[in-house]
């Protein structure tokens, strides 16, 4: 029998007594690598339980205590850095430089967390009527909910838990159950750090369990990242039963280049923006935009695609790794099917891809595509694989409407030499990530993630002050001191300060 994963529920991890296990594999070899439980109805409501009662000794922790847990916490994922992206490689199929590259930017919002202090400074003025002063303190919801996907399980249930705990809540985390062993490593050496009991739960499972957590009263917020009908889903049902939603959902992400960028540049950032983790970024580049004489460019990025391949995490050569699971690559491969079928021409088919030693995982390589048009099915949908769409405009005006036209906002950029079109480019685009000369503009936690349009659902967005914002309310009050010697003046029958 594999191993099974356990719960964590209330400080301690729990061997669940469900019936349900979902099998967890490589996706390189389709090895089962161990078991997660589905929890049950009655794990899932231990768990929440033990958040809510932590929550009322936790929220009364001196904030300097919580960001020194906070600072323990993002030492150990230091140390372990290299142990939780071995984990993470064998269970997402990535390279060990990628998956080392999933945790560092998850450790940078640990850091930041231990950095809540500032971050939940309240306001005061003094006088805003005589002798009465106005205070405003920021406070913790409750106990808060993360459901996070696959493609970065280091990363993403980082961004959420240490912010939200760090700022005084209690914390339920069910991640993918696709790649649920990374996760768990991050529990216990939170609990190593020294998080006390019942402050962060870790529970799995699938639809089942994200209900209970998007309707239980005792969750105050929910946190998602993941696929768009899934995020409607978790933004519907949670906000229907009056709860704080951040949902964080599709992408289709373009780069646009103009004809005096750096080609050398360009080459090398669209092969790695779209072909990186073959393709499962919610960020990665999907579709170049090649501005007018730049579409001569299209042949050599043809030339270094075809250099590339995927492989096992631990091969030096590879550039990435399989997708996910058999259903992702044949998801992949259909799109890449509908791309031909639809009159786009295919320079590079990573249909047939075979890896030397590991004939049964899931791999794609590099395809490209040219002569795409906005009414492909490969343009319109996110492929989440390692597919590039190069388009051709005329004009910087008529890649603007280009991207201003796609129903998603996640992430954008654009290459060029002119710091005009740049600046142009910038604050027209509808798009909430803007990268100038950078393709994947992901933002470093001391500012937050910040998609648009029908990449998210919600209005604080995730880390930086965006997150605290979500993570806590604003109480304001206003107080007067009476001295003695001041003579009543009388009540006042109007709500005018005086």
């Known amino acids: 029998m594999s ?17 349900q296990w ?44 919580r960001a020194r847990l906070m600072l323990r916490y993002q030492a150990l994922l230091k140390e372990h850095q290299e142990e939780i992206a071995e984990i993470l490689s064998q269970e997402t199929g990535k390279t060990f430089e990628d998956a080392k590259g ?109 209900d209970t957590l998007l309707t239980h009263p ?10 768009v009908p899934v995020g409607q889903h978790v933004y519907r049902t949670a906000t229907d039963h009056m709860k704080r939603a951040q949902c964080f959902a599709g992408a289709k992400n373009h780069m646009v280049i ?63 790794g399989p997708q996910i699971s058999p259903q992702a690559k044949q998801r992949v491969l259909t799109l890449i099917k509908q791309g031909k079928e639809e009159g786009a021409t295919c320079l590079l088919d990573g249909s047939d891809c075979t890896v030397d030693g590991l004939p049964d995982g899931n791999w794609v390589g590099p395809t490209l595509f040219s002569d795409v048009t906005p009414e492909m099915s490969i343009y319109k949908e996110e492929i989440f694989g390692p597919v590039l769409c190069c388009v051709t ?22 290459f060029t030499a002119s710091g005009a079109a740049a600046r142009k480019y910038q604050h027209e685009v509808e798009v909430g990530q803007v990268g100038i000369n950078v393709p994947i503009p992901v933002p470093l936690p001391f500012f937050s993630f910040t998609g648009w349009k029908g990449s998210f659902y919600g209005d604080q967005h ?21 001295e003695d010697d001041i003579p009543a003046s009388g009540p006042n029958m109007s709500i005018h300060l005086k």
């Open 3 to 19: 191993r099974r994963l356990p719960l964590l529920i209330n400080g301690e991890f729990v061997a669940s007594t469900t019936d």
């Open 22 to 65: 979902i099998p967890v594999t490589n996706p390189a070899t389709q090895e089962i690598l161990c078991e997660a439980p589905a929890a049950t109805a009655d794990e899932m409501e231990q768990a929440i339980a033990a958040g809510k009662a932590a929550f009322e000794s936790w929220k009364e922790v001196p904030v300097s205590e």
């Open 102 to 210: 999933d945790v560092w930017r998850g450790i940078e919002v640990a850091e930041q967390a231990a950095n809540i202090a500032s971050l939940m400074m309240g306001e005061t003025v003094e006088n805003v009527a005589r002798s009465i002063d106005t205070h405003s303190w920021t406070q913790p919801l409750g106990v808060c909910a993360g459901i996070t996907p696959f493609n970065f399980p280091a990363m993403i249930p980082l961004w959420m838990f240490p912010l939200a705990i760090a700022a005084g809540n209690t914390f339920v985390l069910k991640p993918s159950e696709q790649d649920p062993m990374t996760p768990n490593r991050l529990v216990e050496l939170f609990l190593e750090a020294g998080a006390p009991p019942g402050v962060l739960q870790l529970v799995h499972g699938g639809k089942e369990q994200v």
């Open 218 to 227: 005792d969750i105050k917020a929910v946190s998602f990242v993941g696929s």
């Open 258 to 320: 103009m004809p005096d960028a750096n080609k050398d540049q360009v080459i090398n950032s669209l092969v790695g923006a779209s072909c990186g983790a073959a393709g499962q970024r919610c960020m990665a580049i999907s579709v170049a935009v090649f501005v007018g004489d730049s579409k001569a460019w299209i042949d050599e990025l043809k030339d270094e695609f075809a250099k590339i391949r995927p492989g096992a995490w631990n091969d030096p050569q590879a550039a990435y």
């Open 393 to 414: 405009v005329d004009s910087l005006e008529d890649a603007l409407r280009l991207v201003n036209n796609s129903p998603y906002g996640n992430g954008t950029s654009i």
């Open 462 to 482: 995730a880390y930086g002050k965006q997150a605290v914002r979500f993570y806590t309310e604003t109480k304001t009050v206003t107080s007067r001191w009476f």
